[in-house]
Each structure stands twice: as structure tokens, then as C-alpha cells.
């Protein structure tokens, strides 16, 4: 389509060194700095909340798409963080004293589970976070026959865990860590995930995946736009450009999408 869906943005949010962007279910918008502070804004942009960790370190992944809790995850500090909806802390962990030794991805999972790759020994790690114990661990090399596996990201999300790995493009593991299938992606930024759908900007499209039938397609024409990432929420969608995030409706579009 060559339509134009997000003309006028709803609002605007600008931070000086913008980093990581996530959304929760009630569209309230998280987002981090690069020296690891996190911000809390409503859907329409106003701020609500702050928080600013007692150490700072970048935070390489920021989930808030559990609602209730709020998941960090910092390469640099080699730690997680688990805070509720209104930034509190509820639980401060090293990736050390858990026999990890180089956490290069994490993100949170169902049933007090974090999902870590851990460079060092070339493994995905479940762990349970109310105890920081791993649980099971998977050599991934084994699984997707490379040996040089550099992740991005991981999400999970409908009781699969999705890993961005650029060079590969997204794997896709059950809940147990087992591989389904390697989706030979490797234009994809970041893991924006909608329904049965894999989300991206590309050469000036919103671009769309197919989980289930792996169809590729072309939503809509986004002009004008210097946007290297895309976040969708409930009810509202997301363009990172920088320092700044612009707040736009959901296109009927989009939210059509079965």
C-alpha cells in the first residue's frame, strides 16, 4: 500500500541519549537512557515516573510487555532487574553469582524464568530469578549449526522465545529451549512482535512477517520518516528516530490484522 497511515503523531518524546523503548498492555511507555536511567510515560506522553539505578550501566534490553513487572537487562554491569509497574525494584541480581560468565542477551519468560545466552560457553540458560539459579542449559551452536552466533535480542512471547541474531536472521525455540525453526530474516532490528506477526521498518514500509503462514508483505508506506525501530502496543504504535519517539493510534490497518 503507498497510503501514508501515521501522518500526524499523537505526541512526541524527546531524551537526550534515547536507548531502549518498550510498551506495556495499557500502552504506558518505558524507556531507558544510554547511561541506564528509565523513564515511565502515559500514552498520550506525559512523564509519570523516574527511576535511577544506584550503579549506571546501559541497559541492553528493556522489557514491559508483562505489564506487572518491568524487566532490564545490562551487558556492561552483567545484571538483571525486575521492577513493578511504577519503577520500584522488586529483585537486583548478578549474572556472577549465578555461574554465568558472560550474559550477552536476557529477557524475561513466564513463570519467574530469564532466558540468558551466555557467551562463554555458547549457551541458551533458563533461569529461575526468584532464586538467580540456572535451571537447564542448551548449546545453541549444536541447535542452529553456527558457531558464530552473535544475538541482539530475545523475546518471548505466546510461549516461544524469539532470538535476533542478525547475521542468522530470528530463531524461534519452545518453551523449554528446543529449536522450531530459523526465519531467514536478517533486515530486522529489533523483535517487534503483534499478534502472528513480525514487525519492521524497511526502505519506508512497515513490513510484516507471518509467524504461521511465513508470508511477507509490505502494510503500508510510512513517509518522511527517519524511524530505525518500530514498538506496538495495545492501542498505540511507536517510531524510534533518535533521540526521539513519536506516539501515533494503531492503524485500523495494523489492528485489522487477524
Given at each position: 500500500m503507498s497510503q501514508d497511515l501515521l501522518e500526524n503523531a499523537l505526541a512526541e518524546i524527546e531524551i537526550n541519549g534515547l536507548d531502549q523503548v518498550s510498551m506495556d498492555n495499557r500502552d504506558q511507555i518505558f524507556i531507558s537512557s544510554r547511561q541506564g536511567d528509565l523513564y515511565l510515560y502515559d500514552s498520550k506522553g506525559n512523564r509519570l515516573n523516574y527511576f535511577s539505578p544506584p550503579r549506571q550501566g546501559r541497559i541492553s534490553q528493556l522489557e514491559?510487555?508483562?505489564?506487572?513487572?518491568?524487566?532490564?537487562?545490562?551487558?556492561?554491569?552483567?545484571?538483571?532487574?525486575?521492577?513493578?509497574?511504577?519503577?520500584?525494584?522488586?529483585?537486583?541480581?548478578?549474572?556472577?553469582?549465578?555461574?554465568?560468565?558472560?550474559?550477552?542477551?536476557?529477557?524475561?519468560?513466564?513463570n519467574n524464568i530469564v532466558w540468558v545466552w551466555d557467551e562463554s560457553d555458547l549457551s541458551l540458560k533458563r533461569m529461575d530469578y526468584l532464586r538467580n539459579l540456572v535451571l537447564d542449559a542448551q548449546p545453541l551452536p549444536l541447535l542452529t549449526d553456527s558457531k558464530n552466533l552473535n544475538i541482539l535480542e530475545m523475546r518471548e512471547f505466546k510461549n516461544r522465545l524469539f532470538v535476533l541474531a542478525p547475521e542468522e536472521g530470528v530463531f524461534v525455540f519452545d518453551n523449554q529451549g528446543n529449536l522450531i525453526r530459523q526465519i531467514n530474516l536478517k533486515q530486522v532490528p529489533n523483535l517487534c512482535l503483534y499478534k502472528d506477526y513480525l514487525l519492521w521498518i524497511e526502505n519506508d514500509h512497515l513490513n510484516t512477517y507471518c509467524l504461521s503462514t511465513k508470508a511477507i508483505f509490505k502494510l503500508f508506506e510510512v513517509k518522511d520518516s527517519k524511524a530505525s525501530k518500530v514498538v506496538v502496543g495495545n492501542s498505540k504504535l511507536l517510531l524510534v528516530e533518535g533521540d526521539k519517539v513519536k506516539i501515533f493510534n494503531m492503524p485500523t490497518l495494523l489492528k485489522n490484522l487477524k
Open positions: 514491559a510487555a508483562w505489564t506487572v513487572n518491568i524487566f532490564t537487562f545490562s551487558e556492561d554491569l552483567q545484571e538483571y532487574r525486575v521492577l513493578d509497574r511504577f519503577l520500584n525494584p522488586i529483585a537486583e541480581h548478578n549474572f556472577f553469582d549465578a555461574s554465568i560468565n558472560l550474559a550477552k542477551a536476557a529477557t524475561f519468560g513466564n
